[in-house]
């Protein structure tokens, strides 16, 4: 096999789960070939570089064998090399980080579950509830004086 479809080769190599998203992704150019957005029917060779951009990470591939059919976790390190750069991989940390607070433009309102612990998180818990500085704490500042 010289020549491989790049959204059979995406899903054989398991960067996406159905061949339909993989196509889909083609469809939106967040797939490059060698720097150029490819349609689902590009041909790709061995020793392309693939580049998918998964907002908001670009994660980089390098083709070393090809596939049109499914493989299993342990066999796709034979048909690709990840490339991607470490600065992309401090982005996707650091979205982790973030969580809700940050939310990107276009996803919505926020759940109910989203807006439960954005009050929970600004809220100040620690005095609600009757709280009463004096009595739940005992500090007898008496003894400090003492020891002086």
């Given at each position: 096999?010289e020549e491989v479809r790049i959204d059979k080769w995406?899903?054989?190599?398991?960067?996406?789960?159905?061949?339909?998203?993989?196509?889909?992704?083609?469809?939106?150019?967040?797939?490059?070939?060698n720097g150029t957005t490819v349609k689902p029917s590009?041909?790709?060779?061995?020793?392309?570089?693939?580049?998918?951009?998964?907002?908001?990470?670009?994660?980089?591939?390098?083709?070393?064998?090809?596939?049109?059919?499914?493989?299993?976790?342990?066999?796709?390190?034979?048909?690709?090399?990840?490339?991607?750069?470490?600065?992309?991989?401090?982005?996707?940390?650091?979205?982790?980080?973030?969580?809700?607070?940050?939310?990107?433009?276009?996803?919505?309102?926020?759940?109910?579950?989203?807006?439960?612990?954005?009050?929970?998180?600004?809220?100040?818990?620690?005095?609600?509830?009757?709280?009463?500085?004096?009595?739940?704490?005992?500090?007898?500042?008496?003894?400090?004086?003492?020891?002086?």
């Amino acid at each position: 096999m010289e020549e491989v479809r790049i959204d059979k080769w995406l899903w054989a190599t398991r960067i996406f789960k159905t061949r339909t998203i993989a196509a889909d992704a083609c469809k939106k150019g967040r797939i490059a070939v060698n720097g150029t957005t490819v349609k689902p029917s590009r041909m790709i060779k061995r020793n392309d570089t693939i580049q998918v951009r998964k907002p908001p990470v670009t994660f980089s591939f390098k083709v070393l064998d090809l596939a049109d059919k499914r493989m299993g976790a342990k066999l796709v390190p034979n048909f690709m090399q990840n490339i991607t750069t470490p600065d992309q991989y401090e982005i996707l940390e650091m979205n982790k980080i973030s969580g809700f607070v940050n939310r990107a433009k276009g996803l919505g309102r926020p759940t109910k579950k989203d807006r439960r612990e954005l009050e929970q998180f600004t809220s100040p818990d620690f005095f609600a509830d009757g709280f009463d500085f004096d009595s739940d704490f005992d500090f007898d500042f008496d003894d400090d004086e003492e020891n002086d």
